[in-house]
Each structure stands twice: as structure tokens, then as C-alpha cells.
């Protein structure tokens, strides 16, 4: 089984997407299994996120939007995957700290962010000019705040099909990741 959904059928693509896995991490995730069901819509998904990405969010950006806005969704599977990649770039209490909710250790734009991309995953139908206008503060040109509102949008829709098919965290996604950042989602079970 991945998640709820019995394996998938064995194609071509599904396998390609495993043996990417396999070379990147040593293992298949239970997220792949799953999106193995339609590899051809993971691969556009994610071409979508990285087009709307690229060039302006880096890796330590997309860090940060991942991790908040996967934390204040609820999504046990993407807080514990980024909240690791941001530890590798931010550091490990950075990282169990936005995963939390707090961002006092980050530079001023990468607050504002990080708050944006909790208010998005929260509540998109609540957010005001006045959210917006924290963003352009923070120095972000409005086609910068579409690129990261995309983004997040997309990052929500992956997570919510994970979710929503019981796509859990795998065993070595939890070893690999830093105690802060496993003791950060242990919080945000309670």
C-alpha cells in the first residue's frame, strides 16, 4: 500500500521516478510511491514550481516557504523534509524555529516571507493589501510576491493530495533530520 492507495501499476515513468530517488536519497519515498499513480503529474507540478521559482527564490528561500507554509497547514510530511533542508542551510534551531512559528532569527524579508506564507496557507481568502504591502516593504517587487504566492499555492496542492491519501513520513526522512527540527514537529502534534 502507499498511503491508502494500493501501489501503482509498474510503468516506465513511475520507475524513473524511483530510480531518481533511489540516486538522490537511497531510498523511494512514500510521497514518489504515491505520485507514481501519475508520474506525468508530478513531473508538471513541480516543473510549475520551479518555473514560478526560478531565478528569484534560492534554495534558503524556498526553505523557509516550505517549512512555514507546511507547518501551518498541518503537513507532517513536507515540515519534516524542509524543515531539514533549511537546517542544512540555515542552521537546525533557525529551522525548528520557523517550523514554530518563529522567526526572529531571520533577516527582515525572510520574516515577512515566512509570515506570508502562513497567512496564504492558513487563510488565502483573509489576506489584505495591507499583508501585501509588508512584502514590498520587506523589498519584494509585486511579480516576486506572484512568483512566491504561486509557489506556495502549488506547495499546498502537493501537500494536500499527500495528505489526503495518507502519504506518511518516511523512517530515514526522520533519521536523516536534525533533533531540533524532529522535536519542532513533536510540538506542532500537541
Given amino acids: 500500500m502507499t498511503g491508502y492507495l494500493t501501489d501503482p501499476p509498474a510503468s ?13 536519497l537511497g531510498y523511494v519515498m512514500n510521497a514518489t510511491r504515491l505520485w507514481a499513480h501519475d ?8 516543473a510549475l514550481m520551479g518555473q514560478v521559482a526560478a531565478p528569484a527564490l534560492d534554495l534558503r528561500r524556498r526553505a523557509i516557504l516550505v517549512s ?8 507532517p510530511y513536507c515540515s519534516l523534509a524542509w524543515g531539514t533542508r533549511l537546517a542544512r542551510v540555515a542552521g537546525d ?6 517550523l514554530t512559528g518563529d522567526d526572529a532569527a531571520l533577516p527582515a524579508p525572510e520574516r515577512a516571507m515566512a509570515a506570508w ?13 495591507a499583508d501585501v504591502d509588508a512584502l514590498r516593504g520587506a523589498g519584494f517587487p509585486d511579480a516576486e510576491i506572484f512568483a512566491m504566492t504561486v509557489f506556495i ?8 493530495v499527500n495528505n489526503a491519501l495518507g502519504a506518511t513520513p518516511d523512517p530515514d526522512l526522520h533519521a536523516d533530520a536534525p533533533e531540533p527540527v524532529r522535536d519542532a514537529l513533536r510540538s506542532l502534534r500537541r
Fill in 12 to 24: 516506465a515513468e513511475g520507475d524513473a521516478l524511483f530510480a531518481e530517488d533511489e540516486a538522490d
Fill in 68 to 75: 512555514a507554509t507546511a507547518s501551518a497547514f498541518g503537513d
Fill in 117 to 129: 506564507a502562513r497567512r496564504v496557507a492558513r487563510a488565502p481568502h483573509a489576506t489584505t493589501p
Fill in 39 to 46: 508520474p506525468a503529474a508530478e513531473r508538471a507540478l513541480f
Fill in 153 to 160: 499555492a502549488l506547495r499546498l496542492a502537493f501537500s494536500t
Fill in 93 to 98: 534551531d533557525v529551522a525548528a524555529a520557523v
